[in-house]
């Protein structure tokens, strides 16, 4: 009789949590009689601790054949569904005796299905944290397979959010990535990387304002990683070495046409993401030049337009056609051209002038802040400012580029004269300060009244101070008031307005629905306007913006578009990202790391960089790159750099992947969650975690073990194989003083164990045991206890209080001596290994919901009567296998499934047909 | 050799380094195998972080160990047959 036709509502008969030794044991067991079974396991691997381990005592059997057997049975097992990865999240007892269970599966952001196990992600991964599964010896990759033996041996890539840098660029670029790839020396990887976000890398290495640098975590210790730097070197180092993309038009090419009004930021970033998709992408832009405010605003110094030149080709090289000098007058125009959609990224260049009483005076002259701009960006002659007095109106970036612009062209004395106090001024305050510098006079807190003629016929500007000054929440200037009484002039020969810029939406206001403002109105989530064809991205929607905003919504409308013109819906979301990393836990784990101050780029002086348009900053060195972003504190874990992804064979890496919530019904209920070591740190004079060469047991079975972190067993503090060894018996079991005062049962063979493998790994090592007693109750315990005698192996009875390092390298261990001459001895050793206490696991009391899970009194879970019901635990139906009831054996831990087997199928028959 | 006077770094902070000293150390034992002490002294870094970057070298295919141990204990490194080429000209 197969049991399981009996309970057609159950989804498995058995759920068994844990897969180490007695969860796969009990699996079989169940899965033999029958019975479809459920093995949920939390890490990514079945196995448990036990194919951690080098070898098994007392036979001293490789524990991996003595383990992988069980793992390959469970895992092949017709009646075992294994669900690694996978937290069970509540267990509650139904009425009629079974069980419902709340569980989910991790996302591994590998499919399992695909990856094959080959390992390439995990060598090419860019960044390395502890490895758990070699008890931290050494490191290991972030996309990793935890240990060659796991089952299934699938790689998985370890993400604790998204990086705060990543999370906030408006432009979907990921800095957390391609600076990890910086640091790993990936660079044309790196490049690739961001282009693939954001295609303007150049431009961004220059001009961006950088928001990921001002959520870099960093900047809470020792200033933020200077991103935009790093990225300044790999661009220009990319750039150098392939002046034209390496690429051309993507394959597959669509018959969809695409107009783009505009060449800004938002627009060619746009027209990049849709020409990957294939379109027939033309852009059209009424300048003689692309680029936008890229071009025409940001002056030279800052923005080299040769620069902008080769990131213009990144796009064009994808077959995107770009016609300059053609001003978009409608939408139905292109509409009548043939284009199936537009994105109009129009910009904000319309400049906002206000009446200024003396405007008219003679050898005055007065002049909007995009006319001075374009004229400087773009004419092949500078006007002529030599020699002029000259006002720039305003106090945001704008008009700190009018002013640090004309301060290079001989003028001779630039003011900015702004309503704001100076630390209210809207442009970021390092600008001001380098405008300060150059010798831009900053009249800040000041209202222009009128331009008049001082008696030497010469233009004077004359302002009041403003006494009050109000503003938004948001931080928008209000309204003002002018003190009266506090008139003061300066000479003003020319005045440029940068007061504010509108959007150039003029011509479409007839076919697209427009805010007051003068801004498109738009879809937020799609971008799309009151014309279903027609998207809207940038400044001519935002408002004034910076570069990265304006390409997120050439990024986002692209995708919107492109779903339009596949004919696919649109109510889909755009971005499928992490929640943003708690800084915290960041800040946590380097509370004690040493501060590593942000490299600074060298800069050239004031008096020397306003003597000509040249880029004033400098570069890092590759040595200088590299180190500045190794500063990154990997947040996230994954820095999404991306090379998994490239180098997957098998194309199965998938950072969409979700968490998968699951609620079960299953018959009966199995515990094998296992225990926990005992951290040796707590035995502070012992000096685990001070002194490298001070080990855990576990630690010295990995490096006895045949898939060892070093190429042989050697001490971690130097590489060097070690002379003599201690091992220290009774560390944390029996032991008070950390309040556990159960004896480990297994220290004493499992020590033995390790001396006699690295007697036989090191011939000529001396090991030395200390102990209280030894205590070889097993069968073949004794026996393998004096083959350790005979092997050479010294046993020392007495009780180790602390360990010293010397100035040699070695360690002087202090004990108490027992037997021999007694008294406090002491002894030096070149390594010592702990052999540590176990710990009860308390997650079973957690998971299970309703009446109580009863504990012994050494927190582990209580068996009801352990003589003649082993496994069974207060909950009927709820049984306990393995550890979790007491530290044993493995020998002892099968026999203990077994019999927690035979309790569940016993309970699955009570249960009977549904 | 720079003998650990101190308590060493955390690992994580080591390993963190994992992606520069890995390149450097290759750059050191391309023309002659080296021990860790060798090693620890050109990069004047602890012998305990070679140790590790030297496993992370060796888990990944990157390095190998010469022979058998010294007189003094210890190993030699040199670049594996097929290292992966580092990109990094530093």
Known sequence: MKPNNDRPDLDYDVMIVGAGVAGMETAASLGDMGYRVLLVEKHSSIGGKSILLSKVFPTLDCASCIVTPKMAAAAHHPNITPMVFTEVDEIGRNDDGTFKVDLHRKASYVDFDACTGCGQCEVDCTVSVPDEYNYNLVGRRVAHIPFPQAVPKKALIQRRGQAPCTHTCPAGVKPSGFVSLVRAGKYAEAFHMHLADAPLVGSLSRACYAPCEGECSRSDTDGTVHIRA?????????????????YGPVETQRDSRVAIVG??????????????????????????????????????????????????????????????????????????????????????????????????????????????????????????????????????????????????????????????????????????????????????????????????????????KVANLEFTEDGKMKGFATEAGTEQSIPADLVVLAIGLGPSTKPFEDELTLAA?????????????????????GDAVLGPSIIVEAMGQGRRAAFYMDRLLRGEALDVPFGDELDVTDKQDVMDEIAEWDLRPQATLPVRPPRERIQSFECYEGVFSETEARTEANRCLNCAQCSQCQECVRVCPADCIDFSMKPEPMQLKVGTVVMSTGYEI?????????????????????????????????????????????????????????????????????????????????????????????TIDVRAFGKGYEEFYEQSKGMGVEYVKGKVSRIDPLENGNLSLHYEDMLGEGGLQTREHDMVVLTVGFLPNTEPFALYKGSELEADDFQYVREIDPVSEPARTNIEGLFAAGTVNGVRDIPDTVLHAGAAAAQAASYIQGLGGA | MSMLKSKPRDMLAIVQDEMIMTDRIAALITQEPRTIPELAALLEAPTYEINVWLAAMRRYGSVEAVGRADVDGYFKYELAAEAPESEGQE
């Not at chain 1, 379109?279 to 337009?305: C, D, N, S, W």
């Not at chain 1, 944390?732 to 063979?749: A, E, F, K, Q, Y």
């Open chain 1, 230 to 246: 790093v990225k300044r070197y790999m661009v220009d180092r990319y750039y150098a070495e392939y002046p034209e993309p390496e």
């Open chain 1, 678 to 770: 005992m951290d040796p740190s707590n035995k502070e004079l012992l000096g685990f975690g001070r002194l490298p060469d001070v080990i855990s047991g576990p630690q010295m079975d990995r490096l006895l073990a045949p898939t060892r972190p070093f190429n042989a067993v050697l001490r971690p503090s130097d590489g060097k194989e070690p002379e003599s060894i201690a091992i220290v018996l009774c560390n944390g079991s029996r032991d008070h003083t950390v309040c556990n005062p159960l004896c480990c049962r297994i220290g004493c063979m499992y020590s033995i164990k390790h001396a006699q493998l690295v007697m036989g790994a090191l011939p000529l090592a001396d090991v030395t045991i200390y």
């Open chain 1, 517 to 537: 403002t003068g801004t498109i109105k738009v879809n937020a989530q799609t971008l799309q306007t009151s014309d279903p064809t027609v998207f809207a991205g």
């Open chain 1, 263 to 464: 060449s800004g930021p938002g627009g060619l970033t746009a027209a990049f993401h849709l020409a990957r998709q294939g379109h027939q992408v033309t852009i059209f832009e009424a300048e003689p030049y692309a680029g936008g405010m890229l071009r025409h605003g940001m002056p030279r110094y800052r923005m080299p337009k040769e620069v902008l030149d080769r990131d213009i080709l990144n796009i064009t090289a994808l077959g995107v056609k770009i016609h300059t000098g053609e001003k978009v007058n409608s939408v139905a125009e292109l509409k009548a051209m043939g284009f199936d959609a537009t994105f109009v990224s129009v910009g904000n260049q319309v400049p906002r002038i206000i009446p200024l009483e003396g405007r008219d005076l003679p050898d005055f002259e007065m002049q909007d802040c995009m006319s001075f701009l374009r004229d400087t960006n773009v004419s092949d002659e500078l006007p002529d400012i030599a020699g002029q007095h000259m006002v720039v109106l305003g106090g945001g970036n704008v008009a700190l580029d009018v002013a640090r612009t004309a301060i290079r062209m001989d003028a001779a004395s630039v003011s900015i004269l702004c309503l704001e106090p100076r630390e209210k001024m809207p442009a970021h305050e390092w600008e001001v300060t380098e405008a300060d510098e150059e010798g831009v006079q900053i009249f800040a807190g000041g209202s222009t009244k009128r331009i008049f003629t001082d008696d030497a016929g010469k233009p004077r500007i004359e302002f009041l």
